[in-house]
């Protein structure tokens, strides 16, 4: 694909006191395609991907987005272009699902094959992990950004529910979004990922095409 498909972190680095944790990363993400980030716990996933969402500033290095930097004071236009599932919940637990689908009420569809819908006057905190989850999922489907980062979709959701969050996430796809998704289940990860970069000693190599079979040659698969 073109580079202007893309979007592109390149030399990313980021640091704490005491600990490098990303050293000139680089990574591709394209309109179109499901790109999976595997490593290890600590490796630095997370971090990659609250970067390039602009939850938290790179020490250094460059995001581009269809050939054009967005700078690291450019919030808005990462906002505007970029949707980030993070690792934890980003609901109040105690909000109830009615009051969620009225202010998102496309992600009826969306979750229509689950038990949500019918549990639309409990809170949130009463759903089951996956449940929450997926809702989580179609609130940021339904926001319509052309890149979406998924940190942890499958984590703690029942079978059931991973496969409507996979062929949501294969919904998206089809429409064109670019998605960045990471996962300890890499079972699924290697399922739905079309290439994919592994995070090693903080950093990126490009996994190639065949995602499941660089894995098991790795060790993260059987």
């Known amino acids: ?3 202007d498909d893309s979007m592109v972190l390149d030399s990313i680095f980021f640091s704490v006191p005491a600990l490098k944790i990303l050293s000139g990363v680089y990574l591709e993400l394209h309109h179109g395609t499901i790109t999976a980030l595997i490593g290890r716990n600590g490796s630095g996933k997370s971090t990659l991907l609250k970067i390039a969402s602009g939850q938290i500033k790179a020490n250094s290095g ?3 987005i ?3 930097r967005i700078h690291s004071k450019s919030l808005r236009e990462r906002f505007r272009r ?4 993070p690792q934890d919940s980003m609901l109040p637990g105690d909000i109830k699902v009615s009051r969620v689908m009225d202010r998102f009420p496309s992600i009826e569809a969306m979750i229509s094959e689950s038990k949500i819908g019918s549990s639309s006057n409990q809170k949130v905190n009463q759903l089951s992990g996956g ?3 997926l809702l989580e999922i179609s609130i940021l ?5 052309d890149f979406l980062l998924l940190d942890e979709p499958f984590s703690g959701v029942e079978p059931k ?3 409507l969050i996979i062929d949501s996430i294969r919904g998206e796809k089809d429409k064109g979004k670019g998605i960045l998704l990471t996962d300890h289940m890499h079972r699924y990860v290697s399922e739905v ?3 994919g970069y592994l995070l090693h000693d903080r950093q990126c190599y490009h996994l190639g095409d065949d995602v499941a079979g660089e894995l098991k040659k790795l060790g993260y698969l059987r």
Request: aromatic share 8%.
């Open 1 to 3: 694909m073109k580079k």
């Open 62 to 64: 460059i995001t581009m």
């Open 66 to 68: 269809e050939g054009k």
């Open 82 to 85: 970029i949707g980030y599932l």
């Open 131 to 133: 449940e929450r989850r």
């Open 141 to 145: 489907f339904s926001l319509d950004r």
């Open 161 to 163: 529910i991973v496969d």
């Open 193 to 195: 990922a079309d290439n």
